[in-house]
């Protein structure tokens, strides 16, 4: 799986559109790219993931660049509750590479009033 | 519904003692994973399980590290021998399916401390 490179930490103001950057500059043809986050004491939570469209669910958007290089998460209204590290994961698809998941450091978000 | 729950959250083991944690995964979720997470750090796979088989260990650190998922459900995490090295909080997650487009589920942890 490519490595991924984010920023150690951010600040977001409250209702603010909260965007989390990351490098993939390896990525592969093959790999998508994944999002997840944890809160303090709790495990990792999905977000989202895309291939080479941009998507969008309830809880955020993922706008892939067009050559693949890098992504950004993006968190429309954060609020409070937003504050945690996000994981930036790139991973192959193919079930016979494993489904395990290979996180970094992430970036830790802190949303503030 | 009812999520992954993992139990106990809290453990404290006194070195060279055995623990067992346990994983209870969404019902109907075939995938299980362990991951080990060190404090500020993030989590790193331990091994994972398709119903009962255990098809990927390369990320147990030693032998002392065993799992088992005997009737495709609940699973255990044992750590025989416990090393100071070995505090961190054990994640479990499962997943619905096999393939990757199937999202990962996290319990809560168990944050092992071994004196």
């Known amino acids: 799986d490519a490595k991924t490179t984010q920023p150690p930490s951010m600040d977001c103001a409250e209702g603010r559109a909260a965007n989390l950057p990351c490098n993939h500059s390896t990525i592969s043809g093959n790999e998508y790219v994944y999002w997840y986050r944890q809160i303090h004491s709790q495990g990792p939570q999905y977000i989202i993931h895309g291939l080479k469209n941009n998507e969008t669910n309830e809880m955020a958007s993922l706008i892939i660049t067009e050559d693949r290089k890098s992504s950004t998460l993006i968190l429309p209204h954060a609020t409070l509750r937003d504050t945690a590290v996000y994981y930036c994961i790139v991973r192959v698809a193919r079930v016979e590479y494993g489904n395990k998941l290979v996180f970094g450091a992430g970036t830790i978000l802190r949303v503030k009033s | 519904g009812a999520g992954v729950s993992q139990s106990p959250r809290y453990k404290v083991a006194k070195r060279g003692q055995d623990v067992a944690l346990r994983c209870d995964p969404i019902s109907g979720h075939v995938s299980l994973f362990w991951y080990q997470q060190a404090l500020g750090q993030g989590p790193e796979f331990l091994t994972y399980?398709?119903?009962?088989?255990?098809?990927?260990k390369s990320g147990l650190p030693s032998d002392r590290f065993f799992a088992e998922r005997p009737e495709g459900s609940v699973s255990t995490l044992k750590i025989q021998r416990t090393q100071q090295e070995d505090s961190a909080v054990y994640l479990c997650?499962?997943?619905?399916?096999?393939?990757?487009?199937?999202?990962?589920?996290f319990g809560p942890g168990t944050r092992l401390t071994v004196t």
């Open positions: 997650a499962s997943s619905l399916q096999r393939e990757v487009f199937y999202e990962q589920y």
């Open positions: 399980f398709q119903n009962e088989a255990q098809l990927d």
